[in-house]
């Protein structure tokens, strides 16, 4: 008890909130799921109190819908916050790509190669949660390698919210495909190429977005209200 309390809110609060977030990001957490603040306080050993700090964190990063009388539940993103959250994507990681090809060293190409590695590790042992995150934290990753904090948490809050509209939206989106792409960007990075890895990181995320279900196909009333023959 003592190390639990040395341990301070705070810390357990920010491992609820890291807990959540890879679960949804792994596909453990589906959208529309109910969390139950003593389920999750009894989990964690704390009290509702330090559950209720995370769930209200988790909100404000649009991870978790807080409902009155109701309680907090995985959000589900809308179609429109989706294509909104694939063009701050695309807006973003263009400019950082088109940087980071500039300055790229040959130790971080090494660490991006590594990466790639471990990827293509997780999608040849169809490991769908781990293939998962390392397909997500490659964005995180090459915004880190620009020192840049505040960029790399911004992509780190839209690569969680884009696992969440995958969860919903998501079609035949192919891991392999998605890893072979990144294979190509690391490639033209290392050439420092800036507009090769800029129009493939681009080709990337709208590879992504197609493969989402944005575009449900309404059906037809010519089809839904035939008249019946009642001959």
Known sequence: MAAQASAGPGNTT?????????????????????????????????????????????????????????????AQPSVEEARQVFEVRQMLESAMVKRLAASITPAQVAELREHLRAEQA?????????????LADFHVVLARMLD????AEMLRDLVSRSSLISL??????????????????????????????????????QSVERNLRLNPRVADLADVLRPIDTK
Request: net charge positive.
């Open 122 to 134: 997780a999608v040849q042992r169809t490991d769908v949660p781990g293939r998962t995150h390392l």
């Open 148 to 151: 840049n904090e505040v960029l």
């Open 168 to 205: 919903m939206y998501q079609s035949s989106l192919s891991a392999e495909q998605s890893q072979a792409e990144h294979v190509a960007i690391v490639d033209a990075l290392e050439r420092r190429d800036a507009r090769a890895a800029t129009r493939l990181l681009m080709d990337h995320l």
């Open 14 to 74: 920010e491992r609820i909130v890291a807990a959540i977030t890879t679960a949804i990001v792994e596909r453990r957490l589906m959208p529309g799921t109910k969390l139950a603040e003593q389920k999750i306080a009894d989990i964690f050993k704390v009290s509702r109190t330090v559950v209720r700090q995370a769930l209200n964190q988790l909100s404000r990063d649009k991870l978790v819908t807080l409902e009155p009388a109701r309680g907090a539940f995985v």
